[in-house]
């Protein structure tokens, strides 16, 4: 099992910054790709961003591309999510997700709300 503590969300205006912080523990040095996802309410789960255990490889959003950065630390078992010029359409809540032998394992989310 992995267990996650998210961190970095909160309050900001449009065009602000907020860096969203997830740190595994458990079986963490089994984790493959990391990343986040957000949800809306009624709506489903959106891939922000993901970075391969290696980093070589990060996926974004095209809605993201050139203003989020997704990096990590195998050290500290922890991935990060540098987001920058955000917008109001961005409010949502931010899961932290972490692959381990296929099964993805899921933080319990982070609120960023973005006012306008």
């Known amino acids: 099992q992995v267990q996650f503590v998210e961190s970095g969300g909160g309050l900001v205006q449009a065009g602000g910054s907020l860096r969203l912080s997830c740190t595994a523990s458990g079986r963490a040095f089994l984790i493959g790709s990391m990343g986040w996802y957000r949800q809306t309410p009624g709506n489903q789960r959106e891939l922000v961003a993901s970075i391969t255990r290696g980093g070589d490889i990060r996926n974004y959003a095209n809605s993201v591309k050139g203003r989020f950065t997704i990096s990590r630390d195998n050290a500290e078992n922890t991935v990060y999510l540098q987001m920058n010029s955000l917008k109001p359409d961005e409010t949502a809540v931010y899961y932290c997700?972490?692959?381990?032998?296929?099964?993805?394992?899921w933080g319990q989310g982070t609120q960023v709300t973005v006012s306008s």
């Open positions: 997700f972490a692959v381990l032998y296929g099964t993805y394992y």
